[in-house]
């Protein structure tokens, strides 16, 4: 995504704890964890960009799937349904750091289990949270976007302009 906004990068995986606290709310959780994940970073020279996504779906967070099974259950609760997709995303150059969360609402299409079952077995739907990935084949589960659909993908795009552009990136002036 960052490459088609006409963004270098280099990708760092950082090492950082992404539990939920207790009672967390999602969006100040998903912000935290955006900007703990910034902070890995060690290079003051750089603008850093970091985010997190989950899916609330009837006040749960659903996160990445554990295995196989995991995903099934996830996307069949889903399945048919509207959700909350959540992303926390930070900006942070030297000691300054500035984070946003991005929210969109998401329906699902109506599924079959064997359909949910293929999904499944793509292997796609482990990495993602909600079991699923608007950037590929999830993409077909999709009904509607109501909100950002960079967003849906794990990186609302038009709020990270914002951010680096307070940075004195301007993805449109170059």
Known sequence: MLSSIGLGFEA???DVDETRYPKEDPSMFVERV???KAAF????DAVIIA???VVVFEGHVLGKPAHPNEA????TSLEGERHTVMTGVAVRSGERTE???EISEVTFSSLTPEEIAGYVASGEPLDKAGSYGLGGLG???VESVHGSPSNVIGLPLAPLARLLRAFG???LAR
């Open 34 to 36: 955006a900007r703990s």
């Open 51 to 53: 985010a997190d996504t």
């Open 12 to 14: 760092v995986v950082p």
């Open 72 to 75: 099934i259950a996830m996307l």
């Open 139 to 141: 993409a077909i589960l």
């Open 41 to 44: 970073v060690d290079d003051p």
């Open 169 to 171: 990136v301007d993805l």
């Open 99 to 101: 984070s946003t969360v």
